[in-house]
């Protein structure tokens, strides 16, 4: 039987025996164990209700690890091209070779540039040109601590409230900032079901 140690709230053990008169369907669909938890962000398997493990919420994020890991423009950066939210590489459309990344302010993830001599600084391009990411006018920190927010369902009050950055900043985030940001996420997850489904 697998151990439960790692567990918060453990499933009946030896000295916790399940009920006899448990329905046999039970035995069939066991709850997911250590070895075979099933992904609430699976792509090819429904969400299943159940008892976290300790690893799972110690990896959660929450605002302590948003400054933590995403306090700064090039985490913010690095974290997005982890995650693949953001392109590493891009061929200059006339020389067909790699650009380079020409860092910029802490609201841009930079531009390409090509690093040809004679053709610096003609053909560059935003790294956020049709991403999700295009036309943000706010601090990349700001970014992702509204992105945070919008997928714990934070009411307007609570994001400007917990907000981690305002002192730092010497700033806050607007009511009507919140609310595009938030209509924004919604969008985005609308579409990416819709492509989905298709």
């Known amino acids: 039987m697998a151990s439960t140690s790692g567990i918060l709230d453990p499933q009946p053990g030896p000295s916790q025996p399940r009920s006899s008169t448990s329905d046999a369907s ?19 398997e ?13 990896s959660m994020w929450n605002l302590s690890k948003i400054v933590r890991e995403l306090g ?27 650009m380079l990344i020409a860092a910029s302010t802490n609201r841009s993830f930079g531009s390409w540039v090509c690093h040809k001599r004679t053709y610096k600084g003609k053909n560059k391009v935003t790294r956020t040109n049709e991403k999700f990411f295009e036309n943000v006018k706010i601090d990349l920190i700001h970014v992702f601590y509204l992105i945070y927010a919008f997928a714990y369902k934070m009411d307007y009050k609570t994001v400007l409230r917990e907000d981690p950055f305002k002192e ?3 700033k806050c ?15 985005s997850v609308v579409i990416r079901v819709a492509t989905r489904t298709l």
């Open 46 to 58: 429904p969400y299943v209700d159940r008892h976290l493990y300790v690893e799972e919420i110690i």
């Open 26 to 44: 039970e035995d069939l669909d066991p709850q997911p164990g250590p070895s075979q938890s099933r992904s609430p962000t699976s792509d090819d």
């Open 72 to 98: 700064n423009r090039d985490q913010c950066v690095a974290f997005a091209e982890a995650q693949g939210l953001m392109p590493t590489e891009k061929l200059c459309r006339t020389h067909r070779t790699p």
């Open 168 to 170: 730092e900043k010497q």
């Open 173 to 187: 985030l607007s009511r009507a900032t919140v609310a595009d940001w938030y209509n924004y996420c919604r969008e």
